[in-house]
């Protein structure tokens, strides 16, 4: 997963935008590249998942609080 915050700015990030419009990509770990299609969670899920990446990363409780965009979270799942 991801997190589309471009810190806290008022538009989403562009990778964000093309992913919208073409959400089946190639992602890389390592030296494994993966199918993916990428979707933007939702409600619970996104709650849960927002949870976690804070742990990891707080300030991005405080990019959400300089915007009034709800900030995705995207998952991206195995084709």
Known sequence: ??????????????????????PEVTIQVKSERIPVRAETARGDERARLWRRMTEVWPAYDEYQKKTDREIPVVVFKRR
């Open 1 to 22: 997963m991801v997190v589309a915050s471009k810190g806290g700015s008022p538009d989403h990030p562009d990778w964000y935008k093309n992913l919208a419009g073409d």
